[in-house]
């Protein structure tokens, strides 16, 4: 086993050491595609949600998170009532909003 030993610091004799920036350049390329391939995509959406729940006003039509499409006609600080039917109205919070539709969809939709 020794003879394995001998030879690697052979090699390793003659080798010069990489500069400190070379080494951390892979690490730095990494993070950069990271960002702009993950990171600032998610914060340009989650800029837009918070514009989307922001801007509910009584009347518009959404469609929730779970899939739920009805008209708002409560909006609190942190809660909007939505009416599904003419007799079904909920209470949820603002951001299971996922998306306003066109007014009319609603009766389009039955």
Known sequence: MDFFIASAMAQDAGAQEPSMLASFIPLILIIVIFWFLLIRPQMKR????????????VGDEVVTAGGMLGRVTE???SFVSLQLTDDVTIKLQKHSVAQVVPKGTMESAN
Do not use: F, P
């Open 46 to 57: 989650n800029k837009q949600h918070r514009e989307l729940v922001s801007g509910l006003s």
């Open 75 to 77: 909006v609190g600080e």
